[in-house]
């Protein structure tokens, strides 16, 4: 089945860090930029990061520059975000996404940072 | 960066009724544009891309056109399955920006 599986998400305090994952089957990974996407509570779709097939390129929101790290292990089918220096506004569901098209969107993760 | 301006934001319509949203971007962005249905407690689900090319799977009754700065969405004769929420997104350059949404209420 194609599809794309985040996990990581979870309470953190402020300053905190998490790494999320988004776990790729049913298609080659390894040919898709791929994307993080989030929505706040109640909130409206923003994007957040990307990263080239070969994770040699990689793009950020000025929201998140300095403080978020997307990366990627091809061999593993697997797609990361690492969150550092967490604020409350960071609160939201992060979905990860397939390519140019955003074509294939995973469940999402809830990542609450509150103390 | 470029905002996306979605009209209505809100719009209450009955099944069988045809519907039009609009996007509308700050800047010229050739058809480099996309919708997306949301559901609540779900991801978004591609409908439209390239502005008015339909994904694979999605029914005949979405249909999407404009280019430059100015876009339409439409469904014709809605279906129950229809009433979600829609966004569209610009890709003609970064960052990635999404209109503020259209939610789109049984009547």
């Known amino acids: 089945e194609v599809q794309l599986v985040e996990s990581g998400g979870g309470l953190v305090q402020p300053g905190g860090s998490l790494r999320l994952s988004c776990a790729a089957s049913?298609?080659?990974?390894?040919?898709?930029?791929m994307h993080w996407v989030r929505q706040a509570p109640g909130k409206g779709l923003v994007w957040v990061s990307r990263i080239h097939s070969n994770g040699n390129s990689t793009t950020y929101a000025d929201s998140v520059k300095g403080r978020f790290t997307i990366s990627r292990d091809n061999a593993k089918n697997t797609l990361y975000l690492q969150m550092n220096s967490l604020r409350a506004e960071d609160t939201a569901v992060y979905y990860c996404?397939?390519?140019?098209?955003?074509?294939?969107w995973g469940q999402g993760t809830l990542v609450t940072v509150s103390s | 960066d470029i905002q996306l301006t979605q009209s209505p934001s809100f719009l209450s319509a009955s099944v069988g009724d045809r519907v039009t949203i609009t996007c509308r971007a700050s800047?010229?962005?050739?058809?480099?544009l996309a919708w997306f249905q949301q559901k609540p407690g779900k991801a978004p689900k591609l409908l439209i891309y390239a502005a008015s090319t339909l994904q694979t799977g999605v029914p005949s009754r979405f249909s999407g056109s404009g280019s430059g700065t100015e876009f339409t969405l439409a469904i014709s004769s809605l279906q129950p399955e229809d009433f979600a929420t829609y966004y569209c997104q610009q890709l003609n350059s970064y960052p990635i920006t999404f209109g503020q949404g259209t939610r789109l209420e049984i009547k």
């Open positions: 049913g298609f080659t990974f390894s040919s898709h930029w």
């Open positions: 800047q010229g962005i050739s058809s480099f």
């Open positions: 996404a397939r390519g140019g098209r955003f074509d294939l």
